[in-house]
């Protein structure tokens, strides 16, 4: 037989074929399509090494063997008088001559002839051994196979083991064809037809078609082969008829249908596999979207929550500075009315000033200054809380349609880790919202704020409450002017020395509300900013998981959609290559 099946561009095209198809099963694996899916494209693209199947069967003795080595025209099986096929034998094409055991009933020979990298030989045991003991010949073998060569002895012709074969393999509607091996015995044409007729007649009645028929002599055939005398060598070819099974054979097997299924059938199973994955794809990209729209409306919402802190924070303690610019303003206009001439007495008495500032000056700021910055507790206390609610409702809504799922359906892993996450998520989110303790919680965030105040350079150690260390605040700063007239000295001090004393007071007074004023509003915009951003980071470590879950969820099935995108591209170009080098 020639030396290869394929033209040159076929050769070609198939090495192309089998390595884009082993590429796009490494690219399938990628993005976690089932090891069944995958197993069945690279048995696929395995089949694309035995391009060509041809099983040869009949009983022992009938020259099985010899006729696959004429074939083949090099000894690649062992033959002999006596049965050397004790196995079913598939020859492949390997670096080197070997026999690979696989089990008492199968063994691979290897052998480096260019033909078998397209075309596979299985040469089988006698017919009635195999019906015994070789399921794995009619079960495996026979259905992939391109042609059946049955091979029969003349000396002994279509036996009942091979007649009980063939109704075997005629349920898988394989193509057979009759070889008369040791025809070369026959004495005269006639006794040929006569042999003919028998094996031909029973053939038909079980196949329902007649059918081809070659008698041949692999013995006389590989007598050929070693003949030096190229005339004597092609005398003994022609005598053997092995031209004429050769060329059926080639034809056969060479036919342009058959060999576009070749090319074919892998593509197939490759097209499947893609279609089957990209339908997963969608589906798991249509699972997402109420994920992403959840996943979206929380980040949103936090995003949302974390600028509306940012916003409202400051024109809350703006009314905190307002209420010290007032308090400010008043402590001015004390000084303006107290340190005069007319008041030297009043103002020698120091425990009088002092009380006549608090009522006039302080009033009720320490008051003030603890509600506003109770409003600002509540307001943050209140805020964090709806928060949690309102994250709570996008949880609740996103379980619920788990709910939909019909009992008893399968979920796979992927589904059920998001499930996992989202009710992790809001078993999390549902016990945070029906725990909180907005009491609680005010007073330890009133009593982080103190101790943040508290730590000022400006304000006393012992004061309590907010209130109280403002106004001890105000009072050791400001009344320092006590003692400032002695008696005596009126005269001096009168036109000269107060009105310096009163500049003093108030630039003194001035600065020290200041350096009050910013280093309070520093230590309360600080304290209340950290536990703003205290609040976000606790609603995004509650979220976090399933959101980065999703997101990634979403990079995976976008990128998947990418790459079978390209694999349907590549297939497309693969299915247009094939038809084109078949033609």
């Known amino acids: 037989m020639r030396q290869s099946m394929l033209t040159d561009e076929q050769a070609r095209f198939l090495r192309e074929e089998k390595e884009a198809l082993s590429e796009i099963r490494l690219a399938l694996a990628d993005i976690d399509v089932p090891r069944e899916a995958l197993t069945t494209l690279q048995d696929a693209i395995l089949q694309l090494d035995e391009l060509f199947l041809l099983v040869v069967v009949g009983e022992f003795n009938a020259g ?41 009933n199968f063994s691979i020979y290897t052998y480096p002839l260019p033909l078998l990298k397209e075309l596979n030989i299985v040469d089988t045991p006698g017919t009635n051994a195999v019906i015994r003991y070789h399921e794995r010949l009619t079960e495996e073998f026979v259905p992939r196979s391109d042609l059946v060569l049955f091979t029969t ?29 040791k025809a070369d015995i026959i004495e005269d044409e006639a006794a040929l037809q006569e042999v003919r007729s028998f094996v031909l007649k029973h053939a038909t009645a079980v196949l329902g078609d007649t059918p081809e028929f070659f008698p041949v002599s692999a013995r006389v055939a590989q007598r050929s082969l070693s003949e030096v005398d190229s005339e004597q ?68 919402t936090i995003t949302d929550y974390e600028r509306d802190l940012q916003n409202e924070l400051q024109p809350r303690l703006a009314e905190m500075e307002n209420i010290l610019h007032r308090l400010e303003q008043r402590g001015l206009d004390f000084f303006d009315t107290t340190i005069r001439l007319t008041k030297i007495q009043e103002l020698m008495r120091g425990d009088k000033v002092r009380a006549e500032f608090e009522k006039r000056v302080l009033v009720d700021v320490p008051q003030q200054i603890e509600d506003q910055v109770q409003r600002l507790i509540d307001w943050l206390v209140q805020k964090d809380l709806q928060e949690w609610q309102r994250v709570m409702t996008y ?134 900013t950290s536990e703003s951003q205290n609040a976000v980071i606790r609603l995004k ?32 170009a693969l299915r247009a290559r094939s038809q084109a080098v078949v033609k």
């Open 64 to 104: 099985k063997s010899a006729l696959v080595n004429a074939l083949l025209g090099e000894k690649v099986l062992p033959e002999g008088a006596t049965p050397t096929t004790s196995r079913v034998t598939l020859v492949k094409w390997g670096e080197q001559a070997a026999e690979q055991v696989v089990d008492e």
């Open 153 to 181: 002895s003349a000396d002994h012709p279509l036996t009942e083991s091979e007649r009980q074969f063939l109704e075997r393999i005629l349920a898988w509607g394989k193509k057979v064809v009759f070889a008369l091996n």
């Open 233 to 300: 060598r092609q005398r003994l070819r022609a005598a053997s008829g092995l031209d004429a099974l050769e060329q059926y054979i080639t034809s056969t097997l060479d036919d342009a249908t058959r060999l576009q299924l070749k090319f074919s059938n892998p593509l197939g199973v490759a097209d499947k596999l893609i279609t089957q994955t990209t339908k997963v794809n969608q589906t798991q990209a249509e699972d997402l979207k109420e994920d992403l729209q959840t996943a979206s409306s929380l980040e949103s």
């Open 395 to 528: 949880v609740q809504r996103r379980r619920a349609l788990h709910t939909e799922q019909i009992v008893g359906e399968g979920i796979e892993p992927r589904e059920m880790r998001r499930r996992e996450l989202i009710d992790s998520m809001g078993k999390t989110v549902q016990h945070i919202v029906e725990t909180y303790d907005r009491d609680r919680e005010a007073r330890d965030l009133a009593a982080h704020v103190e101790t943040a105040v508290a730590q000022t350079a400006l304000l006393e150690v012992g004061a309590v409450g907010l209130g109280a260390l403002v106004t001890a605040a105000v009072l050791s700063s400001s009344l320092d002017i006590t003692g400032i007239l002695a008696a005596g000295t009126l005269a001096i001090l009168g036109f000269f020395v107060i009105p310096y004393k009163r500049k003093q007071a108030k630039d003194s007074f001035k600065k020290k509300m200041t350096d009050l004023r910013t280093k309070l509003l520093e230590s309360l915009t600080t304290q209340f």
């Open 541 to 572: 470590e509650g979220v976090t998981p399933y959101v980065r879950y999703v997101r990634a969820e979403q990079e995976r099935v976008d990128k998947s959609e990418m790459i079978l995108a390209k694999l349907r591209q590549k297939l497309s």
